[in-house]
């Protein structure tokens, strides 16, 4: 599930019906089919984009050479708008949304246990125009390494 951590954050703001109104659902994922920076030069201001920026594990204890199960899942989503002003709303109601969210569905499959926020610089977009921020979670992701119901089957030989 780390792997899809993305579309957790898609649901988040889904979720949010402010946040929807805000950028009358121009949302996407950079999972999608199609390439962003060439469709984003066309799409109206505001809008948000979730960004799947990887994931790592570590081993369980410092004596243990091992994948520890525990999953550190990178996401950001970039948020665009107007004025300061509007960026500033949009981004402080969309913190607010995964914050929501992500304690509603705690101790789910799948949800972070923990998630650390931080933001990048404000910056402004003169080939848009528009300004915009990066929003950024670290979150930390359970993954069941003894749950190999799938993995154990046995190859067939065609």
């Known amino acids: 599930m780390s792997l ?5 954050f898609m649901a988040a703001i889904e979720a949010n019906e402010k946040v ?19 469709f984003i030069s066309n799409v109206q201001v505001p809008y948000l984009i979730v960004n799947y920026d990887g994931m790592s594990s570590e081993p369980g204890t410092k004596d243990d050479d091992f994948d520890s199960g ?18 500033g709303d949009l981004a402080t ?3 607010r949304a995964v914050h929501h969210y992500l304690n509603a569905h705690v ?11 931080s933001a990048g610089e404000k910056v402004y977009n003169d080939v848009k125009p528009c300004y915009a921020i990066e929003l950024h ?21 065609g």
Request: glycine share 6%; net charge negative; hydrophobic share 35%.
């Open 93 to 95: 109601r969309v913190r």
């Open 4 to 8: 899809q951590l993305d579309t957790v």
């Open 107 to 117: 101790g789910e499959a799948g949800m972070p246990t923990s998630a650390i926020f």
């Open 20 to 38: 929807m109104s805000i950028i009358d659902g121009r949302r996407w994922c950079t999972a999608a089919a199609r390439p962003i920076e060439e």
């Open 70 to 87: 525990c999953d550190t899942v990178n996401i950001s989503i970039t948020v665009t708008g107007n004025t300061p002003e509007q960026l």
């Open 137 to 157: 979670w670290q979150c930390a992701v359970d993954f069941d390494l003894n749950d190999a119901e799938d993995d154990e089957q046995e190859p067939s030989n």
